[in-house]
C-alpha cells in the first residue's frame, strides 16, 4: 500500500466525533526516534556562550557589534516575506517543505563552520579592525539568508508530520523529556567547563581553540542529526491542489486570530531587557561550570514535571496554562531580584548559590507544561489558519510571527551591547575584576529587569480564542476535510 493510501486509510477508519480526545499514533518508532534527534540538534551548540567568544576572543567592538546586529538584522527581515511567499507556493513530489531543508543544511553547515575560524583569519586585531568587520557583517548577512530558508522551511515542516494534535503534543512531550538524557545539554557543560579551565590557568589551552573544537564538532553533529530527520519523515497534512497567492498569504495572517495574539505578545516582549545568566556568574562569580551545578539538583523536577502536560491539558485551557506558566514563572525571578538585592548578596557567591538552586528548583515544576504548550499553541494557530481559510499558510504564518521575534533579538542585541558599554563592562578583563556597579548591572539585567520590561506580553495572552468546545469542533471538521483533500489527489491522478 502505498504511504499516501496509507493515510487515506487511517482518515476514513478515523470516528470523527471527538477526533481531538483519541491517542491515535501516525508517527511510528523509527521517525520518532528521528524527531528526537532533529530536537537535540536544535540545541546542539555552545550559542549560550557567543557572547562570550565576539567578546574576549574574537573582540568585536560593543558598538560596532550593535550596528552589525541591526542592519543585518534589517536585511533579515526585508527578505523574510519574500522566502516565505516562495516556500508556501512550493509543491513538489517531496513535499512542501524537505526540498529547502535538504538542499539548504549541507552547505549552510559548511558555511557556519568559517564562524570559530574568525581568531585565526583575524589574529591580535584591534575591535575596529575594518577587514575583521566586513568580514564578520558578510557573514552574518549570508547566513542569515540561507537560514531563513531552513528556519521557514522547518517550522512549517514540524506542523504537518501528523494530522493530529495529541500526536504532536506526544512528540513533543518525548522530545523535551528525552532529548535532555540524550545530550543537548553536553556541548554548553563542556564549553562552560573548558572556559573556567583555561579562565583559571588550570588548563594550558587558548580559548579560540576550545570555541573552535567544540564549534566545528556541535555544528557537524547537528548537520546529521537533522539530515537523518528529513531524509525518514515526511509531510502527512495535505496541502490543497490550488497554491494560494499573496493576497491570500496576507489573509491567512490577518484573520488567524490565535497567532496574531502570539505576534502582538512578542512584540511586547521587545521592551524586555536581558543579558545572559552565564555571563553574570563568569564576571560576578568566577565561573561558568557552577551554573550548571546549580541546575543538576532541580533537573529531576524538569522530568516530572512532563507526568503533569497531558492531565494539564485536560483540566485547564490552552489560555489558562499560558497565561499561568508565565505569571509563575515571572513570580519566582523577580523573588531571586529581590532577595539578591539584600545587602548585596549578589556579589555573594555562597548566598547567590542558594538562592537560584531554589529559584531553579520551583521554576522546573512548570517546565514540562512551558515547553509542550508554547510549541503546540503555534501547532494549533495552523491548523486554526486552514479550518478558517481552507488553505495552510505555514512560512507566511511563520515570518509573520518570527519577524515579530527576529526585531526582538535585534533590540535587545544592540541594547545589551550599547548597555554593557554604558555601565563600564570592560572586554577581556580578568573574569571577577568588573566594578560593583557593572556588576550589579549583569545581576539586574538577567533576573529582575527582563521580567519587569517584559510584563506587558502577558497581556494578549488573556485573549487566547479556543475553547475546549471549539477546538474539539475545529478538528472534528478538519479530519473530515483533510479526507476529502487526500480522495481529491488520489482521483487526480
Known amino acids: 500500500m502505498s504511504k499516501k493510501r496509507e493515510d487515506e486509510v487511517i482518515l476514513e477508519n478515523s470516528d470523527i466525533s471527538n477526533f481531538e480526545f483519541h491517542d491515535r499514533r501516525y508517527v511510528g518508532n523509527k521517525e520518532t526516534f528521528a524527531y528526537l534527534l532533529n530536537d537535540i540538534s536544535n540545541v546542539f551548540n555552545i550559542n549560550g556562550y557567543k557572547d562570550r567568544f565576539i567578546w574576549d576572543v574574537v573582540k568585536i567592538d560593543f558598538k560596532v557589534n550593535a550596528v552589525v546586529n541591526i542592519f543585518t538584522g534589517a536585511w533579515d527581515i526585508i527578505n523574510d516575506p519574500l522566502i516565505g511567499t516562495l516556500v508556501d507556493r512550493t509543491r513538489t513530489r517531496w513535499g512542501k517543505f524537505r526540498p529547502y531543508m535538504l538542499f539548504f543544511q549541507i552547505p549552510l553547515t559548511l558555511i557556519g563552520t568559517l564562524y570559530w575560524f574568525m581568531p585565526y583569519i583575524f589574529p591580535a586585531s584591534a575591535g575596529t579592525y575594518i577587514p575583521k568587520l566586513i568580514f564578520y557583517f558578510a557573514f552574518n548577512v549570508i547566513t542569515e539568508t540561507a537560514g531563513t530558508f531552513t528556519s521557514v522551511a522547518k517550522t512549517g515542516y514540524m506542523t504537518t508530520i501528523t494530522p493530529h494534535p495529541n500526536d ?11 532529548t535532555g538524557y540524550m545530550g543537548e545539554d553536553l556541548p554548553g557543560i563542556i564549553m562552560g567547563l573548558l572556559i573556567d579551565l583555561i579562565n583559571n590557568n588550570i588548563l594550558p589551552m587558548q580559548l579560540k581553540t576550545a570555541f573552535l573544537g567544540m564549534g566545528l564538532f556541535t555544528n557537524i553533529a547537528s548537520c546529521i542529526f537533522t539530515f537523518y530527520f528529513f531524509t525518514v519523515s515526511r509531510e502527512r497534512v495535505p496541502q490543497t491542489l490550488d497554491i494560494p497567492n499573496i493576497k491570500q498569504g496576507f489573509r491567512a495572517v490577518f484573520t488567524n486570530y490565535p497567532i496574531m495574539l502570539m505576534i502582538l505578545a512578542d512584540f511586547l516582549g521587545i521592551f524586555s531587557i536581558s543579558t545572559s545568566t552565564n555571563n553574570y556568574f563568569i564576571d560576578v562569580h568566577g565561573s561558568a561550570t557552577l551554573l550548571t551545578i546549580l541546575n543538576l539538583p532541580s533537573s529531576m523536577i524538569g522530568s516530572i514535571s512532563y ?57 522546573k515544576w512548570a517546565f514540562g507544561t512551558r515547553k509542550v504548550i508554547n510549541a503546540e499553541l503555534y501547532n494549533e494557530s495552523m491548523d486554526y489558519c486552514e479550518w478558517k481559510n481552507g488553505y495552510r499558510m505555514e512560512a507566511t504564518i511563520g515570518v509573520a510571527k518570527d519577524m515579530i521575534l527576529k526585531v526582538k533579538n535585534i533590540a535587545n542585541s544592540s541594547i545589551q551591547n550599547l548597555m554593557l558599554s554604558q555601565i563600564g563592562y570592560i572586554q577581556g578583563k580578568t573574569i571577577g575584576t568588573q566594578a560593583d556597579s557593572t556588576k550589579w548591572w549583569l545581576f539586574a539585567m538577567c533576573t529582575g529587569i527582563p521580567q519587569i520590561t517584559g510584563i506587558l506580553s502577558v497581556i494578549p495572552k488573556f485573549l487566547y480564542p479556543l475553547s475546549k468546545e471549539k477546538r474539539e469542533r475545529m478538528y472534528n471538521e478538519l479530519l473530515e476535510r483533510r479526507h476529502n483533500t487526500l480522495s481529491s489527489m488520489e482521483n487526480a491522478k
Do not use: H
Not at 168 to 178: G, N
Open 307 to 363: 507526568a503533569f502536560v497531558k492531565p494539564m491539558r485536560a483540566r485547564f485551557s490552552s489560555k489558562a496554562l499560558w497565561v499561568g506558566e508565565d505569571l509563575y514563572t515571572r513570580f519566582w525571578w523577580l523573588l531571586l531580584f529581590a532577595f539578591g538585592n539584600i545587602n548585596k548578596n549578589y556579589t555573594k557567591t555562597l548566598p547567590m548559590c542558594i538562592a537560584f538552586g531554589i529559584q531553579a528548583f520551583f521554576d
Open 168 to 178: 504532536r503534543a506526544r512528540l513533543i512531550t518525548m522530545a523535551e523529556l528525552l
